[in-house]
């Protein structure tokens, strides 16, 4: 995802201003990610029935307002087949997690539109950057429709949860539009740099593609409560390969499910080990500390998963595991950006380029 010359500004301390915002708009969607998480971990999500844009910014102001939605919550499967007889605190307790995480991706879009605004009317913004900042935008409101399109999927009859694959598109295209953001942000701070490691840029693009189809696989563990089955390691039911694996049907399969994501997590683990282990010691400045980045999250993430499959799927460390996937994945861009080739900015290329050792 390369800039030219013209979508860059004048200035450094302009480009400087516009990532730290920008990156900070990719910590407010590492936050939702995580708040999405926790919800379904916790069952919330189905507890608000209606999509109210601008009116649900505010919560229930009165105890008939409680008592309305309750009796909405009341209608659906969930609360039928998993919570009959729950009494209105229990509901309370559900619907304050979907309501911070709704308010939490309202203030995320105002995050986003006013300094973008701001940057806009003081000219700060070239032409090509302002059309990709207003995708992003358009792309970020978006979200919150396939937010809903796959809350109504929990309404259907005998459904007590969202329908898997379309959470794993929510989450797909939340983390994409991360990507995206996070990779402009690093454009505008560090535009000029230049690293000469050919073979580490394609086995970087490997390990993206890896990972980024081990989170949706992870994501559909999440959806089918796959991870609650066959909680050992690395065995399943004694074998490596759990006893009725099928790739046909591979939802309602759910040893299968489990599998195919503790597969790919063991294989985009050996491929980021085998990235750290040939280039760590190739490498300077950044792009040595983006490779030891890599290894460290790499790590803690496959930790993490064992240990979260271990204990039966612990809220607190399933939330944890799905924060630090975002991490490797900024990581692993943060490698990437790193050995792409030099970036024109306008700007003396001297003054940002940092030669290394060839690979």
Same mark, same amino acid.
């Given at each position: ?160 949860? %969202? /329908?898997? +694959?379309? *959470?794993? &598109?929510?989450?797909? $295209? @939340?983390? #994409?539009?991360? !990507? ?125 998963? %064992? /240990?979260? +499959?271990? *204990?039966? &799927?612990?809220?607190? $460390? @399933?939330? #944890?595991?799905? !924060? ?36």
């Amino acid at each position: 995802m390369p800039f030219d010359t013209r979508e860059f500004s004048a200035t450094r301390s302009a480009n400087r201003d516009l990532a730290i915002w920008l990156f900070a708009i990719c910590f407010m969607i590492l936050v939702m990610v995580v708040l999405g998480g926790v919800t379904r971990l916790t069952g919330s999500g189905l507890s608000i029935m209606e999509w109210a844009p601008v009116s649900g910014v505010l919560p229930p102001l009165s105890h008939a307002d409680w008592e309305h939605l309750f009796a909405l919550y009341k209608q659906i499967p969930q609360y039928q087949i998993l919570h009959p007889g729950m009494g209105l605190r229990g509901f309370q307790g559900l619907f304050w997690m979907e309501w911070i995480h709704r308010l939490w991706g309202r203030l995320l879009g105002v995050a986003f539109l006013v300094p973008l605004v701001w940057f806009w009317l003081r000219g700060r913004l070239t032409r090509s950057l302002r059309r990709r900042l207003v995708l992003f935008f358009i792309l970020g409101g978006l979200q919150g429709a396939v937010g809903w399109f796959m809350v109504s999927s929990g309404f259907f009859p005998d459904s007590t949860a %969202v /329908a898997p +694959l379309r *959470l794993a &598109v929510h989450l797909a $295209l @939340a983390l #994409l539009l991360y !990507a995206a953001i996070f990779w402009t942000a690093l454009s505008l701070s560090s535009p000029g740099r230049v690293i000469s490691a050919p073979l580490l840029r394609p086995a970087l693009a490997l390990f993206l593609g890896l990972l980024s189809i081990t989170i949706v696989a992870g994501s559909i563990v999440a959806g089918t409560h796959a991870g609650f089955l066959d909680n050992t390691f690395p065995l399943m039911e004694g074998r490596l390969v759990p006893p009725g694996y099928a790739v046909h049907n591979l939802l309602a399969n759910l040893p299968a499910v489990q599998f195919n994501h503790r597969a790919l997590a063991t294989l985009t683990a050996l491929t980021g080990a085998a990235i750290v282990a040939r280039f760590w010691r190739g490498l300077d400045g950044r792009a040595n500390r983006a490779v030891l980045a890599l290894g460290f999250f790499l790590l803690l993430q496959y930790l993490l998963g %064992v /240990a979260t +499959l271990l *204990l039966v &799927v612990p809220t607190e $460390l @399933a939330a #944890l595991h799905q !924060a630090n996937a975002v991490l490797l994945l900024s990581a692993a861009l943060w490698c990437l950006h790193q050995t792409g080739p030099a970036l024109r900015t306008g700007m003396n290329p001297a003054s940002h380029s940092l030669p290394v050792e060839s690979s």
